[in-house]
């Protein structure tokens, strides 16, 4: 499949839509994924410098009811070289900073399993609405390594220590309204529901200042930047070396043969 097929875009005025689509994967974050991502948001937040009026809202979804995004590809990454494992992390990295970057907000529409490398793109945008059947975890320890794409250090800047830990050592996924009392999300609504919630809050911010909610994007964001760009290479660099280890091999064996791991702490 071409990195063009698994990203499709729909333009509904000034509201984009980006639409992670491997349904059959539960949308898994494999490198045609990550590298049509990368594509469409350097071409958004071109278009959004050049013509703002024409792009003042994005939303990421998956397609399919059963998932956001499930995580990262595993039986690909099974596969990859250590070079290759480091570009892979880089390229989910440097994903995550341009939703981050862009100039307009981008509003997460979560429905089904959002775990790994799927939560790490859903806390990389500014809003996430989610259906009450949602599920969240950052499930890395399970496969002896830790988040690559920003889990570790947005998920302190969004919800604090505590919940951070809590995800990050245990591995337990959570459900949506537990997700929201914990400030994981910021909506939670029936799944039925879902599309028309993100409409009604796409189109109000639409319909405020766009200069304001520009410069309130880039204000907030540079207020965690500093620390956050720090965090971020400790982040990738640990999890190139936890991938080198023994009990990375054992969690990635144990994953693909449904079986408990066995670690060893080597």
């Known amino acids: 499949m071409t990195s063009k097929q698994v990203l499709q875009q729909e333009i509904h005025g000034p509201i984009v839509h980006l639409i992670i689509h491997r349904p059959e994967s539960l949308n898994a974050l494999n490198r045609d994924v990550l590298a049509a991502l990368e594509q469409h948001l350097v071409a958004l937040a071109q278009l959004a410098q050049s013509d703002p009026a024409s792009l003042r809202v994005i939303v990421v979804r998956g397609a399919g009811e059963r998932a956001f995004v499930a995580g990262a590809d595993i039986s690909m990454m099974n596969e990859l070289s250590q070079g290759e494992i480091s ?41 996430i609405v989610a259906s009450e059947r949602a ?66 809050l796409a189109e109000t911010i639409v319909g405020r200042g766009p200069l304001a909610v520009r410069d309130a994007k880039m204000l907030i964001q540079r207020a965690v930047e500093v620390e956050l760009l720090s965090g971020l290479c400790r982040e990738a660099d640990a999890f190139s070396s936890l991938f080198r280890s023994s009990d990375r091999k054992e969690g990635f064996a144990a994953f693909l043969e449904k079986r408990s791991p066995d670690f060893t702490g080597e």
């Open 135 to 200: 599920k969240f975890g950052q499930p890395e320890v399970n496969l002896g390594i830790v988040p690559g794409f920003g889990g570790t250090q947005r998920l302190v800047h969004r919800c604090g220590l505590s919940v951070a830990k809590r995800l990050c050592l245990t591995g337990d996924h959570i459900g949506a309204d537990e997700a929201l009392r914990l400030g994981v999300v910021d909506y939670v609504v029936p799944g039925d529901e879902l599309e028309a919630r993100v409409q009604r």
């Open 87 to 127: 570009q892979y992390v880089g390229l989910g990295q440097r994903v995550m900073r341009l939703v981050e970057a862009l100039p307009v907000p981008v509003i997460a529409q979560v429905q089904g399993f959002a775990l790994g490398g799927g939560m790490e793109l859903a806390l990389a945008c500014d809003l």
